[in-house]
């Protein structure tokens, strides 16, 4: 069958249900183009058919014949649209990137033969680019490099040496060069498909594989506990084989009783998940600090008891509930299930080489994962070797070694051959982790001075086969020490287990807990903001309070009822994160070629951290960009950290930094007192090699380091003011976020773009979470109804509000370099921030998150 | 515009006739086999190079043919100007980039949204079984006029706007002469095992409007939760014809709804609630408010009662403004 592609005619030879995208990619070599959702809605697969853009996974193969293609690749990088990409950082993970690229590069040429340089407004944007879905949420940077682009700004080639803010693999991201681990396919690799159990609870008496390269996934106990858990994994040399012999896999099971909604779970008699003690030690854990030990009642384990002063607590709410007191909130909150949903699904591709195990994995902790290979494999940790070198997305859900590594590295071993193992939306959206759903019953109480003198949360979390939910617990970290009982719950059912999820417990609290802070400003007639700022104990905060005060969009806010159709109103949240870092992670130089090369074994899943290290050694040893090269995404090097718990960056930045002063002695002494860093003296230097360590804060941390030393807690809290304006469309229940300011304090901030771009997609993950997501399961058999991407919903740029980021950068002197984490923060109080601003408009408070339209609209009635 | 019968139709429709599913732009086919729900084989209609555009009538009516991708139909300036709520409807589903690839045709034959149906896990009317999983299960997206046995809404938006123009279906069979019927004809609200009643071999071809009316007026409105790129909870569109060449009282009203019921909708009594009246929006609640009596809902549906009686009002009012 002939085709054009990329100018270039071209003989392809596809299957009558080949999809476009697989010729191209799989034929053709052209992997910028993504299949990450396989039915046409997230828009990764996008190309221009003729001029017009595509959704390349759902188009026939055949129907290219004769019809003229166009992918990322061939751009070529020169298009406007794709300097602008990069000069607005309008892109994280990069995963997503070349089918925006695509798109908005024909909207451009649209635009521009239409318009001139006219520049086109949001509404413009998001109804072109409404086909594509960023789940880093960076849509703030593509609405800017579109109307810039479309401007004009971007028609000169800026080839000057100034990087102008972009991210270092900025340029790799929007060519569509970036190698992710769907993309790397070596010579003679085989095609893995996992078989999944469609039982929600049963024994599996026998697998019969009908001859295929196949390995066991069961547990000991050989027991399924959820409809999606893996049974066995087969492979064959194609895609089409594999799918295939997984058809053909027989699994008997023996049906068992299952429980499939927390309600039935906690009831008496109740079949159970884990039958005894030795089931339960094995329940895998939502939690990132590890789990503390709790009593289990059938499937209800907790409570976990925290508080100050519980009993005066507990005494005092019940006198005022006893006496009708007006300053007494209680209510019971809800929260969905939410999923990671990375676009890059996951992956791994393991061979074997002469007892050496490769794996490239997408992951957020290649360290974490070559030495869990080593442990399950029981190989010398030489000879295991992890590579990430770019990730698209993660949140949470790829921090472990997990079943698509465990599969692919069995079958490669049985194969004899490179296996890759890619998992389908589907998969990804039933089985890989979820932020557990919750019920949350809260109590406050305010005293005669306006201060809160108790409070009561009990947390019951929705994980699934998962224990470990850790909600009520973060009460502790916010609101001075005023008496309190906080208690978690788990109750668990046979449906998919949860994993950490960015913030994990953070985002459910502060939506019961500060949705209870405004109603109590309502009921003390004071204004929310003024409130919080007397009540918290957060000196950083201080600064942020003040701003959100003075903001317009609080001062000038409407008061009093609202009326009409389209109503305005407007929320505040606010959050804290305790300040986690890698005291272990080292940073390494060598001059290679007379560029600085530098080495951690961390990973870029879209935070930007390539571009802080670079930054780092740069400004610390005066380099050009073109002299430095940063190289992560590898398990070889010296230790890095894994790119979760908002800690990559502060454990980084300082060791970098002190590689590159011990790298700046050496060449100084060897300068001859001319600039240390010159091209000749780089030149000169070749091999030298320095190594930087993460030193320890002032006065220390508050724990000794715990997870194979990699974890220590410091110091101090992360904080955050979220103050966000919607407009609710009170006839069909539409809520419409529009204006968000994000205020956060987290020190110093090391490359500002890409920071203010993680604070945008906290944003932007938040309100997903308030309005739009929820994992569904079907009541009857416990199977995923919520597996792909018009089912889970994920927000759109059309959904994305205008938002300003406002960075406090003081208060975190005693740390090295005067920075912490901010990836959580960002997201911990913005879906609460939206149910403020939804109970300001309509005089309604939103208990159950998300706010659909159905309950917002039953809830007006 | 219409099907010519070449032998190359002619085999189409044996490839047809011996199991194969028609395939169009493919988006909704290549999801159900990217899923596992369909193994093909495919018989590829995009050969038929006479079924893409628009043709006029003598009498000033358009005749659509069913290949015509649905961005084409959106883009359309003069099928705009006669039919706004169409173009505005093609304007309003999925995304660009399923636009440029999805045709008129698809749109009005595709199979439904249901998460029971669209998951190889479950077997249901549709797919050869004989129960619903829906209806013990989370029927949310489900219909609010519960006529069939199988409980998922028809997915067509274009159909509701089509509805709406009282337009007409144009079929051939590589047989005998093309057949035209009305567009409501392509569905049965009592057959819960399928989504049209086109049997194996049969080819949609054109879709045929009547001429607009002098001073007509029409307008779409879709209620979903994200601002964009979502299927509808439910759908509407309101089309006033008004007296004396449109300055004068309703003469005629034709509403339809989607994601409602088994089939897109007409909602005869709101229509005639509405003839005669002053032509002011503020007509429209009132000539609603007996929407939700109509409907009989699942018990996860019961939201999309007043939902519909809401957005019919708000597209009556656009109407009639």
């Excluded at chain 1, 058919?49 to 166009?70: I, K, Q, Y």
């Excluded at chain 1, 159970?272 to 329940?283: Q, T």
């Excluded at chain 2, 709520?85 to 595709?110: K, S």
């Excluded at chain 2, 998922?152 to 047989?175: F, I, K, Q």
Aim: hydrophobic share 40%; proline share 6%; glycine share 12%.
């Amino acid at each position: 069958m002939d085709t054009t592609v990329n100018g270039e005619h071209t003989t392809v030879h596809p299957a009558p249900e080949d999809a476009a995208a697989e010729t191209l990619r799989e034929e053709l070599g052209l992997t910028g183009a993504k299949i990450a959702c396989g039915q046409g809605v997230c828009g990764a697969c996008t190309v221009l058919v003729d001029g017009a853009p595509t959704a390349s996974c759902l188009l026939p193969s055949t129907a290219l014949e004769g019809r003229s293609v166009t992918t990322v690749e061939g751009l070529e990088g020169r298009h406007p649209v794709q300097r602008a990409f990069a000069a607005h950082d309008a892109l994280q993970c990069g995963y997503c990137t070349p089918g925006f690229v695509v798109e908005a590069a024909a909207f451009h040429d649209r635009w521009r033969a239409e318009h001139g340089t006219g520049a086109p407004d949001r509404a413009d944007i998001a109804d072109a680019l409404s086909g594509h879905l960023c789940r880093c949420g960076a849509y703030e940077g593509i609405y800017a490099a579109v109307a810039s682009a479309c401007a004009g700004r971007f028609d000169e080639d800026a080839s000057s040496g100034a990087d102008g803010g972009a991210r270092t693999d900025a340029e790799d991201k929007i060519t569509g060069r970036a190698r992710y681990t769907t993309d790397v396919h070596p010579e003679g690799c085989w095609e893995a498909v996992v078989v999944r159990s469609d039982r929600a609870h049963a024994r599996v008496e026998r697998i019969d594989a009908a001859g295929a390269v196949h390995v066991d996934l069961l547990p000991e106990d050989r027991t399924v506990r959820y409809a999606g858990q893996p049974v066995a994994a087969v492979a064959a040399p194609t895609r089409a084989g594999a799918r295939q012999a997984a058809a053909r896999v027989r699994v008997d099971y023996r049906d068992l009783p299952a429980v499939l909604d927390t309600g039935t779970a906690a009831t008496p008699g109740a079949p159970l998940v884990y039958a005894d003690k030795e089931e339960r030690s094995a329940a895998p854990s939502s939690n990132e600090g590890g789990t503390a030990p709790a009593p289990w009642r059938g499937n209800r384990r907790g409570p976990l008891n925290l508080g100050f002063r519980r009993g005066t607590a507990v005494k005092r709410l019940n006198d005022a509930h006893a006496r009708g007191d007006r300053l007494l909130f209680s209510a019971e909150f809800s929260t969905a299930v939410q999923v990671h949903t990375p676009l890059e699904p996951h992956a791994c591709v393991a061979r074997w080489e002469g007892g050496d195990l490769y794996l490239n994995v997408s992951t957020q902790y290649v360290r974490g994962v070559a030495r869990e290979a080593a442990e399950h494999w029981d190989l010398d940790p030489e000879r295991v070797h992890v590579r990430a070198e770019h990730v698209g997305g993660g949140f949470g859900a790829k921090s472990a070694l997990s079943t698509e590594s465990i599969a692919a590295v069995e079958l490669s071993r049985l194969a004899g051959a490179p296996v890759r193992l890619v998992f389908d939306r589907s998969e990804e959206l039933t089985d890989t982790g979820n932020r557990p759903g919750t019920r949350t019953r809260l109590a406050m109480l305010a005293d005669e001075k306006g201060d809160l003198s108790a409070l009561s949360i009990d947390t019951w979390g929705d994980g699934g086969v998962s224990i470990g939910s850790a909600v009520a617990v973060h009460g502790m970290l916010i609101y001075g020490r005023a008496p309190r009982r906080l208690r978690d719950f788990d109750v668990v059912t046979h449906r998919p287990p949860g994993l950490p999820f960015r913030g994990p417990g953070g985002p459910p609290l502060a939506w019961a807990l500060e949705q209870a802070v405004d109603e109590m400003a309502l009921r003390l007639g004071e204004d929310p903001i003024a409130l919080r700022q007397r009540w918290d104990g957060n000196p950083k905060r201080a600064a942020l309070y003040e701003r959100a005060a003075a903001l317009p969009m609080w001062r000038d806010r409407e008061r009093g009822a609202r009326t009409g159709r389209f109503r305005r109103g407007v929320g505040v949240a606010v959050s804290n994160w305790p300040y986690l870092l890698d005291p272990s992670a080292q940073v390494e130089l060598v001059v290679e070629d007379g560029c600085v090369v530098v080495r951690t074994s961390t990973q870029d899943i879209g935070t930007g951290v390539r571009t802080v290290l670079a930054r780092v050694v740069r400004e610390e040893l005066d380099l050009d960009a073109d002299q430095v090269r940063v190289e992560t995404g590898d398990s070889g090097p010296v230790p890095g950290p894994g790119s979760f718990g908002s800690r990559t960056t502060t454990s980084v930045a300082p060791a970098a930094a002190d590689a590159a002063r011990r790298l700046g002695e050496r060449l100084r002494a060897s300068a001859d007192g001319g600039p240390a860093a010159s091209r000749e003296n780089l030149k000169a230097a070749e091999g030298l090699r320095t190594t930087g360590t993460r030193a320890r804060d002032r006065r220390g941390f508050l724990s000794p380091p715990f997870n194979n030393a990699e974890m220590a807690l410091g110091r101090g809290l992360a904080g955050a003011v979220h103050v966000m304006e919607v407009e609710v469309d009170t006839r069909l229940g539409r809520v419409r976020p529009l204006h968000c300011w994000a205020g956060i304090a987290a020190g110093r901030i090391y490359a500002d773009r890409q920071a203010r771009n993680q604070a945008h997609g906290g944003v932007v993950q938040g309100i997903g979470y308030a309005l739009y997501e929820q994992r569904v399961t079907d009541p009857v058999t416990g199977r995923t109804l919520s597996d792909n991407l018009e089912d889970y919903r994920l927000p759109g740029i059309g959904d994305a509000p205008e938002i300003e980021v406002y960075f406090h950068e003081e208060g975190w002197e005693h740390v090295p370099g005067g920075g912490v984490g901010l990836g959580e923060v960002s997201t911990v109080g913005v879906a609460a921030s939206v149910a403020n601003a939804v109970r300001d408009a309509v005089g309604r408070r939103p208990l159950d998150l998300p706010v659909r339209p159905d309950r917002l609209l039953e809830g007006l009635r | 515009m219409s099907i010519v019968s070449t032998d190359e139709f002619a085999r189409l429709t044996e490839e047809l006739r011996s199991g194969a599913e028609a395939r169009a732009g493919g988006t909704d086919t290549m999801a159900r086999l990217r899923a596992g729900l369909d193994a093909g084989p495919f018989a590829d209609l995009g050969g038929l190079e006479e079924l893409r555009g628009v043709a006029w009538g003598p009498n000033g009516g358009a005749r659509i043919g069913a290949l015509t991708t649905v961005a084409d139909v959106a883009a359309d300036p003069v099928l705009g100007a006669a039919y706004p709520a169409l173009t505005a409807t093609a304007r309003a589903l999925a995304t660009p980039q399923i636009r440029n690839a999805a045709t008129l045709g698809g749109n009005l034959l595709q199979r439904n949204r249901c998460w029971y149906f669209r998951n190889p896990e479950f077997s249901c009317h549709q797919d050869g079984g004989d129960s619903c999983p829906a209806r013990a299960g989370d029927h949310r997206g489900g219909v609010a006029f519960d006529t069939s046995p199988c409980a998922a809404p028809h997915a067509s938006s274009l159909a509701v706007a089509l509805l709406a123009y009282d337009a007409r279906a144009e079929t051939a069979d590589g047989r005998s002469d093309p057949v035209q019927r009305p567009l409501r004809e392509l569905y049965d609200a009592a057959d819960g095992t399928r989504d049209h009643v086109l049997e194996p071999g049969e080819v949609l071809g054109v879709i045929e409007l009547p001429a607009p009316e002098p001073g007509e007026t029409a307008a779409y409105v879709r209620a979903t939760a994200r601002s964009r790129a979502e299927w509808p909870l439910v759908e509407a569109v309101a089309r006033v014809v008004r007296e004396d060449g449109g300055s004068g009282r309703v003469a005629r009203v034709a509403v339809a709804a989607g994601a409602v019921a088994r089939t897109p909708l007409r909602l005869g009594e709101v229509e005639s609630a509405l003839e005669g009246a002053p032509a002011d929006p503020s007509e429209a609640a009132k000539a609603v408010e007996g929407l939700p009596g109509q409907c009989s809902p699942l018990p996860g549906t019961r939201y999309k009662t007043t939902l519909l009686r809401d957005t019919v009002r708000d597209a009556l009012e656009r109407a009639l403004a």
